[in-house]
């Protein structure tokens, strides 16, 4: 009698599915910073220094069309200075998971200092239309596990857009960016 439950429950399952109900990965690359976030703006989805580094965390998103990738990057997020980073999305027909994760080193631990970092993804084979996001965090050595820290649809007709995650200013272990320093170009005298 109980297989009977479990078999039936798979082809309600299978029968609602049908349609398209997969989960992939799909990520084509994740980036994270090292302590005090990109100094590369484009890598932060900006187009120029955004000058307001420290005053707020902001998620940004970008949609490419023709090459159907959508790259979410999160700036200025405050986490301890000492563990690991990761960033990775999953999706489920037009709902997109992104979970942050971050973990004590398992040599050094955590040392209790609050810094900036910034953490980006990006995810192939997104059809235009309008998708449903979920932003995770998962900070391992907090109780609770991981937690919604924003949700809602994109319309990606739109091609570009932020979100302000947190617009309370960063203390002192956040630093305003700046850009890379430009390479002079040198011509050799012959």
Known sequence: MVSNRIWTAIAIAGAVCAGGCGSAAAVQEARVSEQGGFRDP???????????????EVLRWQYDEAAATLRFADARLMLDCCG???????RIDSLYEV?????????????????????AVG???????????KLLRDVVDE????????SGSLDLDVPAGAVV?????AGAGCQEQSAPPRRRTTVAAR
Not at 84 to 90: A, F, L, Q
Not at 143 to 150: F, R
């Open 143 to 150: 109780q609770g596990g991981p937690a919604v820290v924003w």
């Open 84 to 90: 690991k980073r990761t960033i990775h999305v999953e």
């Open 99 to 119: 979970t942050e994760r971050d973990e004590p080193d398992s040599a050094e631990g955590r040392c209790a200092e609050q810094c900036a970092f910034d953490l």
């Open 165 to 169: 995650l947190d617009d309370a200013p």
């Open 42 to 56: 484009e890598l932060r989805l900006t187009a120029a220094e955004d000058g307001g580094y420290c005053g707020a």
């Open 123 to 133: 995810v192939q084979d997104v059809p235009r239309g309008e998708v449903y996001v």
